[in-house]
């Protein structure tokens, strides 16, 4: 069964940086766009960024735009997110997804504290 | 940005019950709009997309319709485990955007 599964969150101040991870298997990870996605607590579903398969096309929402950088590794099967400046807005837990017209296969997320 | 919006925001329903959710978008977005159901603390579970197709492994009691503007998400004969939060996202365009949610709730 496909898996994708994120590491690298924490408890992290105002203005520090974190690196999500998101691990897949079980299928051919080169060959899906992929996307993270967050939600506050309490709160709705925000989507956060999007990158191709061969990372030639990037987006990002607007409330992270040169804060945070997506990227991949295909050799590793592996998704991240840096993401810089942090603000308290960015607390959430981060899901890394699969997309496939929808998200097809999400991961179970990891979470992001931003406090001093 | 493409706006999403969801009614009703909550919903209180039996088991049995046949429940409808709207998910209203703010520019014309074809066919590119996905409903989700989240459980507390796990991950969404892609129910429909394409607005209308059923994802594998997802009840035949979950049906989709609309185009354009107006979608709805429909639960034919709700059962105990449908008690959730419902989303719905347009794929249309970056950035994808997600209605507000509707909470389903036990009469």
Redesign the interface.
Known sequence: EVQLVESGGGLVQPGGSLRLSCAVSRFTFSSYSM?WVRQAPGR????VS?ISSSSDTI?Y??SVKGRFTISRDNAKNSLYLQMNSLRAEDTAVY?CAR??????Y????TLVTVSS | DIQMTQSPSSLSASVGDRVTITCRASQSISRYL?W?Q?KPGK????L???AS?L?SGVPSRFSGSGSGTDFTLTISSLQPEDFATY?C?Q?YS????????TELEIK
């Open positions: 996307n709705g579903l925000e989507w999007y987006y929402a607007d899901y997309e496939v017209g929808g998200f097809e999400w991961g179970q997320g | 996905n989700y989240q991950a969404p579970k892609l429909i997309y394409a197709s994802q989303y996202q794929s970056t950035p994808y955007t997600f209605g507000q949610g």
